[in-house]
């Protein structure tokens, strides 16, 4: 039985547990992040869950590949969400990403957040938000999923992003504009449900 | 730039309608058969072992070839072969997420499916990450490999711990030391290392640095003047800046506009006129590429200007 731990639980004498190639201290990481990591893989590629799945094997494998080089200068968290974003816009340079389209059946795979009558209209509104995702830039993909799955902040996301705070407010602004944009019809529903 | 904050909210409401989604179960029995595989192919008195028995190896080999699977279109998990390049040659096969780790006497040539292959020098650590008929993707944890590829650009990776190799159809050799440094050099083709925002192209003849935390250096042909080379390790590692690029303005010669290329993007608004004014000096500006444009970084411009540039390359 492996315990569900939280990032805060993720402490330094397990990322040291794993560098001395403790498998159950690798586990422990792994359950802590993978499906935050595999979502955002998910949502990234369009629900495209044999990439999500290749994506998120990657990362874990590159990242125990890595742990040695892990010098605890940043967050662990900032430090994994390296290779996710490294994995994640590799892919998408691969041809085979390139010529990948939002595939309107990938996202219907995906899971649904109610499948009774009376979560129906929250499934079609998640059903859009996750087209409107996918519609987005890689770049600014991949910062909204940081963002709002991770909670990284502004300072995270540039060191997680290699750029600037600067940069990452301005993508986070673009991805917020297209966003609204595109799902505007929802704007009275959404405030009236808040 | 401001945020409109009305958006801003809506957006974020809206997001919150994305729920987080259980990785499947099946990662983890990858990840774990690979590092079961990983830790049955440490390598002992440096000789290679990629952890299937040999004998297993080649009755699944044999099952493959019996039935006639097509293992490449139907599945993700496609091994390569890995021939034995030592006294005990022989081919085994590796696997997604395996690692092949040579000793002090041992090499070892894989076979990328039908794109290439590659070749691994003693004490080099490697890891395939991913082998589908559109990506074929090793990890280069230390050591010396020697690429032979010939495939459509992008279709070849291999990462590093500062920056990933892309093979652009073409034949290198990449090393890496302990620390996760590394050097490009290019024997034929294009490849390009990249990082983050930032890409070196490096064409055959020509070499490039990498360093962790800052990732690919300015590439350089092999054959340029050792004080130039020297100079720009010292640009894109100890912040030499203007002082580095005078000394790369005196020694460039007509080939080194690739250099100067790369440059371009990389140094100050006031060092950027010296070094245009030094490649119209070296090759005359062809249509099309302006100083105005060029000096804005204007995307277009310098692929004009690099793809016209390239044929002295």
């Known amino acids: ?30 359950e802590a992040h993978k499906d935050k990591v595999y979502s955002i893989a998910l949502y990234f590629f369009h629900g495209d869950a044999a990439m999500a799945a290749d994506v998120t094997q990657q990362v874990f494998l590159k990242l125990l590949g890595s742990i040695g080089q892990f010098r605890g200068d940043s967050g662990f968290s900032t430090w994994l969400y390296r290779f996710v974003v490294n994995a994640c816009i590799d892919s998408t340079r691969s041809s085979a990403a390139r010529a990948r389209s939002t595939d309107p059946a990938d996202l219907d795979m995906l899971p649904a957040t109610g499948s009774h009558e009376d979560a129906f209209a929250k499934a079609q509104v998640a059903g859009s938000v996750r087209a409107a995702v996918s519609s987005l830039a890689p770049k600014i993909r991949i910062a909204i999923l940081l963002r709002y799955f991770e909670d990284l902040s502004y300072a995270e996301m540039a060191d997680v992003l290699k750029c600037s705070t600067g940069t990452v407010a301005s993508r986070l602004s673009r991805g917020h504009q297209a966003l609204a944009r595109m799902l505007a019809r929802f704007r009275g529903s959404s405030q009236r449900e808040d | 730039m401001f945020e409109n904050h009305d958006d801003q909210q809506f957006a974020a409401r809206m997001m919150r309608e994305l729920t987080l989604v259980e990785a499947p179960a099946s990662i ?135 920056s990933t190799v892309v093979d652009l159809g073409c034949a290198y050799t990449m090393e890496v030391d302990e620390a ?61 800046g203007s002082r580095a690029v005078e000394v790369v303005l005196s020694e460039s010669r007509q080939r080194d506009t690739l250099t100067l290329w790369h440059l371009l993007s990389r140094v100050g608004p006031d060092d950027r006129p010296r070094i245009f004014d030094r490649m119209v000096a070296l090759t005359p500006l062809p249509n099309g590429v302006t100083r105005e444009k060029a000096l804005a970084l204007d995307p277009a411009t310098l692929k004009l200007w690099r793809e016209e540039l390239a044929w002295t390359w």
């Not at chain 2, 293992?71 to 091994?79: T, V």
């Not at chain 2, 082998?131 to 291999?158: D, Y």
């Not at chain 2, 935390?213 to 912040?239: C, I, K, M, N, W």
Request: charged fraction near 20%; proline fraction near 5%.
């Open chain 1, 1 to 30: 039985m492996v315990a569900s731990l939280n990032e805060q639980d993720v402490t330094s004498a397990v990322v040291d547990a794993c560098r001395r190639g403790d498998r159950d201290a690798f586990r422990v990481l792994y």
């Open chain 2, 180 to 240: 996760g440094s590394g050097r490009l050099r290019v024997t034929s083709g294009w490849a390009s290392l990249e990082w983050d925002q930032l890409e070196s192209l490096v064409p055959a003849g020509a070499s490039c640095p990498t360093r962790p935390e800052v990732g690919p250096g300015t590439p350089a042909f092999d054959d340029a003047s050792e004080r130039l080379r020297q100079v720009l390790l010292e640009f894109d590692y100890s912040g030499a």
């Open chain 2, 28 to 162: 983890w029995t990858s990840i774990e058969e690979a590092l079961s595989s990983e830790a049955s192919s440490v390598s002992s008195g440096g000789r290679l072992e990629t952890g299937w028995p040999r004998m297993l190896a080649l009755a699944a080999i044999a099952i493959l070839a019996i039935g006639g699977v097509v293992f490449w279109s139907i599945n993700r998990i496609a091994p390569y072969d890995v021939v034995r390049v030592d006294a005990s040659s022989g081919v085994d096969r590796v696997s997604i997420g395996e690692w092949i780790e040579t000793g002090a006497a041992s090499r070892a040539r894989i076979k990328i499916g039908d794109i290439g292959t590659v070749d691994i020098a003693p004490n080099t650590r490697m890891q395939l990450l991913a082998a589908r008929p559109n990506e074929h993707r090793l990890n280069l944890a230390r050591g010396s490999i020697s690429a032979q590829i010939l495939a459509p650009p992008r279709l070849f990776f291999v990462e590093t711990a500062s």
